[in-house]
């Protein structure tokens, strides 16, 4: 089984309906209370059905409080090397949050697939991860080359005095969600892709430079400053937008209380 969406509300089935798409062979496991549905598996008690599937599940994305699946997976955990990806997702699709087997078993990864999926803040508490404190926003025409755009935000950093290990995503709009130069400029960077909620990079307009060119293919006023603004928490801009070989990039760095 490649992966498995445990859930126990009428909220948290949506949740796992949407998430269907994402996730390839995933099953889908419905507490008994929830109405009977086609291609769902019905469940009493999470302990069990935690202990049934763990050893046999690529990944398994709980919908619900994070104790019930803290509790639910204790008795499973063996070693990081074999343990399956276990992310937390609350029944708001608010958070989605790694919580086992982070780097080694591919939590990280998937709680980023699923945030993107859900347009959720991902929360991944990892020291390597966690302390990376910069965003590149990225906006591109459709077709762009992995090359060009990979080009593109090294150069951008450089101008901008940072160096690519710092790079925490690469941010940008929905509508580049399937944008295969994009996604293959991040896997040679090595740097995560999020693509982030209109409605959320709608609240940067007021600092950002609008373009007249974006505005008048999709509903916002910019992407590559907004995405890099809203990616991260209490951001500024690093390196405002810079439009290189045709894609634009924008730097932004968070403010950490640690790095005060």
């Known amino acids: 089984m490649k992966s498995a969406i445990v859930t126990f509300s009428p909220q948290g089935a949506a949740l796992a309906r949407r998430l269907q798409a994402l996730l390839p062979d995933c099953r889908l496991f419905f507490h008994e209370r929830l109405p009977k549905a086609s291609g769902v598996e019905r469940f009493k008690h999470v302990t069990d059905l935690t202990r049934r599937i763990f050893s046999s599940a690529h990944g398994i994305v709980y919908i619900g409080p994070v104790g019930i699946a803290a509790r639910a997976v204790a008795g499973c955990i063996r070693r990081k090397s074999s343990d399956p990806a276990v992310v937390v997702v609350d029944a708001g699709g608010r958070f989605a949050v790694s919580l086992l087997s982070g780097h080694q ?4 990864e998937l709680t980023l697939n699923v945030a993107n999926a859900l347009g959720a803040e991902p929360v991944i508490s990892t020291t390597t991860e966690a302390v990376k404190t910069v965003t590149v926003g990225v906006g591109c025409r459709r077709g762009a080359s992995a090359a060009r755009i990979a ?17 925490r995503w690469l941010a940008t709009a929905e509508i580049k969600r399937h944008e295969p130069g994009l996604r293959k400029a991040a896997r040679q960077l090595g740097i995560p892709l999020r693509i982030m909620p209109d ?22 006023s910019a992407v590559a400053e907004p995405a890099a603004l809203t990616s991260g928490r209490n951001t500024r801009l690093a390196l405002g937008r810079q439009i290189i070989n045709g894609v634009t990039i924008a730097v932004a760095r968070e403010n950490c209380p640690w790095s005060a």
């Open 105 to 108: 078993g591919g939590a990280n």
């Open 151 to 167: 080009h593109a935000v090294r150069t951008g950093l450089k101008r901008a005095g940072i160096g690519a290990k710092s790079v």
């Open 199 to 220: 409605w959320l990079m709608l609240r940067a307009d007021n600092e950002v430079t609008p373009s007249d060119f974006v505005k008048s293919k999709i509903n916002l």
